[in-house]
C-alpha cells in the first residue's frame, strides 16, 4: 500500500484519544481518563509517529515499540519534542499497553479510532480475515511543524522502514 501522502505535504489534521499517564495508573486499580489530542497541537515542533496494527499483538509489541523506547534518548538529542505510537485500539488498551511497556509518555500512546486519521493518509490494511478489521497499518512518519518529513509503509510483515534505527537516520 503506497499512502497518500508525501514528503513536503502538510499531514492532515486528526483527532486522537488518549490516556495521559498519572502517578494513579501504577497501581492498576485505575483506568485514567482520556482525553482529546489534535495534530494542531503539534504545530511548531518536530514529531515522530510510528504506527503499529494492534496493541499488545506480536510484532508491535515485541519488535516495534521496545526499541523507540529504548531509544529515547537519541531522538530526544536530535530534537524530537513528541514521540507518538498510534493504533486503531481504544484509548484504553493503549493506556494499558503504555503501562505495561512502562512508556509513562515518553512515548504518547494514541487510539487512531477506527483508524480514520491513518485512513486519510492512505494507511490502513484490511486485517478482516483474521478477525482484527481495518487497521492502522505500520508505517512512520516524521513531521517538522506539521510538514511531512518522512513517511514510509512497510511493504511486508517485518519492521524496516517504520522502525526505531529507520527512523533515526532520517531525522
Known amino acids: 500500500m503506497a499512502p497518500t501522502v508525501k514528503v513536503n505535504d502538510v499531514v492532515p489534521s486528526g483527532t486522537f484519544t488518549y490516556v495521559p499517564y498519572t502517578l494513579e495508573l501504577d497501581a492498576h486499580t485505575a483506568c485514567g481518563i482520556p482525553i482529546q489530542l489534535s495534530t494542531n497541537e503539534w504545530k511548531g515542533k518536530k514529531v515522530v509517529i510510528f504506527s503499529v496494527p494492534g496493541a499488545f499483538t506480536p510484532t508491535c509489541h515485541v519488535n516495534h515499540l521496545p526499541p523507540y523506547l529504548e531509544k529515547y534518548d537519541q531522538f530526544k538529542a536530535k530534537g524530537v519534542d513528541v ?24 512515548i504518547l500512546a494514541l487510539s487512531d479510532a477506527d483508524a480514520a486519521w491513518s485512513k486519510s493518509l492512505g494507511l490502513t490494511v484490511d486485517l478482516s480475515s483474521r478477525g482484527l478489521g481495518v487497521r492502522t497499518a505500520r508505517y512512520a512518519i516524521i513531521l517538522d511543524d506539521l510538514v511531512i518529513k518522512y513517511v514510509e509503509v512497510e511493504p511486508g510483515t517485518d519492521v524496516t522502514v517504520s522502525g526505531a534505527d529507520a527512523v533515526l537516520a532520517h531525522l
Open 83 to 106: 514521540l507518538a505510537v498510534v493504533a486503531a485500539n481504544d484509548a484504553f488498551v493503549m493506556s494499558g499497553w503504555a503501562r505495561f511497556q512502562e512508556l509513562k509518555d515518553k
